[in-house]
């Protein structure tokens, strides 16, 4: 069936550091890709997404390039900010058994410190 | 515009007991999902309602769990009787329509505590 598997957190980093946050996932169709955020107190909201192979979603410099050949999707921000504390999501949506489905990744906590 | 609202935003119950939680989507989605974090772990898919017809509800874990949307507007679900391992966040989602490239628009979901 269907999975994502996403770097287990915490990560914690400095400002302006670079990010990356490892997402890899199994399907067996041809799923669309998405990255969603979680700020303290709040929903999930979308971040980016791709929804065929070599698309590059990208979005308040966040970046995800979808890899077929390896099966991934790895978020990434050149340089962190103290605002960008929130726990990330790593997501597919494909349809299985006549129906469309989300698959989500268990989340990587990001805590970036002044 | 309003955005997807759950209520309440935490609920401590004992195990044994019912609880009922809420979610408004937003206006005019048609699409409403309800599902569920567990302890730090995925979120997991518990059903998807299309209207008030339930379109997909195979992640529902058991038959204590009921979910109903009156009228294809809001949307309950009811746990009863409450268990331990029912605790978690209960987060619901809409989206206007279906399709593998679909944004979903989240609440910010329920704390359920079963004591």
């Known amino acids: 069936g269907n999975s994502v598997t996403q770097m287990e957190g915490p990560v914690t980093l400095s400002e302006e550091a670079f990010l990356t946050i490892n997402c890899t996932y199994t399907a067996t169709g041809y799923p669309s890709l998405f990255w969603y955020v979680q700020y303290p107190g709040e929903g999930l909201q979308l971040l980016l997404k791709?929804?065929?192979?070599?698309d590059k979603g990208s979005n308040k410099g966040f970046e995800a390039t979808y890899r077929k050949e390896t099966t991934s999707f790895h978020l990434e921000k050149g340089s962190v900010q103290v605002s960008d504390s929130a726990v990330y999501f790593c997501?597919?949506?494909?349809?299985?058994?006549?129906?469309?489905?989300?698959?989500f990744g268990t989340g990587t906590r990001l805590k970036v410190l002044a | 515009e309003a955005g997807v609202t759950q209520f309440p935003s935490h609920s401590v119950i004992e195990k044994g007991q019912t609880v009922t939680l809420r979610c408004d989507p937003i206006?005019?989605?048609?699409?409403l999902y309800w599902y569920r974090r567990v302890m730090g772990k995925e979120i997991k898919f518990l059903l998807h309602f299309v209207k008030e017809s339930k379109q997909d509800e195979s992640g529902m874990p058991n038959n204590r769990f009921l979910a109903e949307r009156t009228g294809g507007t809001y949307s309950t679900l009811k746990v009863q009787p409450a268990e331990l391992e029912d605790s978690g966040v209960y987060f619901c989602?809409?989206?206007?329509?279906?399709?593998?490239?679909?944004?979903?628009?989240f609440g910010s979901g329920t704390q359920l505590s079963v004591l």
């Open positions: 791709a929804t065929k192979a070599d």
């Open positions: 989602a809409s989206s206007p329509r279906t399709g593998t490239n679909e944004k979903l628009f």
């Open positions: 206006s005019g989605h048609d699409n």
């Open positions: 997501a597919l949506s494909d349809k299985t058994s006549g129906t469309y489905k989300y698959i």
